[in-house]
T-cell receptor, first 114, second 113 residues
């Protein structure tokens, strides 16, 4: 158990819909990262937050957005869902969000878009 | 932008065989290097990391990796694998000045008892 929790574990929805994935970092960690893992793209970095502020942005679509709340939990919002958005979405946290920080990963949310 | 290549997508070994998984990256500057492992049904976890100093890094569970700067490589090794090493292995690179980690596509390792 990494100490990072993600809900829900599984999500099945239809194209065009909007979903919210939730992540709680390890106790004391200030930074949260979101990743998308798909069979054809591997593990892709989406976005990083540090203490409520966006710190780095990767290959995140405009239909996707995220935020980190004052209690440090984070949510990833995916809208206008397409079949290709089906993937595993991981959240990770690290102590300070530094460039060489070890990241602790959650168990992931498996999103299936039908 | 940096990229990470893991050339072996699937590796199948018998117990006690030696393991070497390749990882090459494309970035000419200073890098931080990581290997993560994902056991079946579990979350990704850190095996080992290299920031500076001795290019031979020891990790958990008998794994080690060697950073060869001239070859832009950070290959993962284990002299004798066990059935419990069956997992997906990911190499990751943080280029100097970047918060954004780049992961390789992963290598699926299956160890037969």
């Amino acid at each position: 158990d990494s100490g990072v929790t993600q809900t829900p574990k599984h999500l099945i929805t239809a194209t065009g819909q909007r979903v919210t994935l939730r992540c709680s970092p390890r106790s004391g960690d200030l930074s949260v990262y979101w990743y998308q893992q798909s069979l054809d793209q591997g593990l892709q970095f989406l976005i990083q937050y540090y203490n409520g502020e966006e710190r780095a942005k990767g290959n995140i679509l405009e239909r996707f957005s995220a935020q980190q709340f004052p209690d440090l939990h984070s949510e990833l919002n995916l809208s206008s869902l397409e079949l290709g958005d089906s993937a595993l979405y991981f959240c990770a946290s690290s102590a300070s969000g530094g460039k060489g920080d070890e990241q602790f990963f959650g168990p992931g949310t498996r999103l299936t878009v039908l | 932008a940096q990229s990470v290549s893991q050339h072996n997508h699937h590796v199948i070994l018998s117990e006690a065989a030696s393991l070497e998984l390749g990882c090459n990256y494309s970035y000419g500057g200073t890098v931080n290097l990581f290997w993560y492992v994902q056991y079946p049904g579990q979350h990704l976890q850190l095996l080992l990391k290299y920031f500076s100093g001795d290019p031979l890094v020891k990790g958990i569970k008998g794994f080690e990796a060697e950073f060869i700067k001239s070859k832009f490589s950070f290959n993962l090794r284990k002299p004798s694998v066990q059935w419990s090493d069956t997992a997906e292995y990911f190499c990751a690179v943080n280029a100097e000045g970047s918060y954004i980690p780049t992961f390789g596509r992963g290598t699926s390792l299956i160890v037969h008892p």
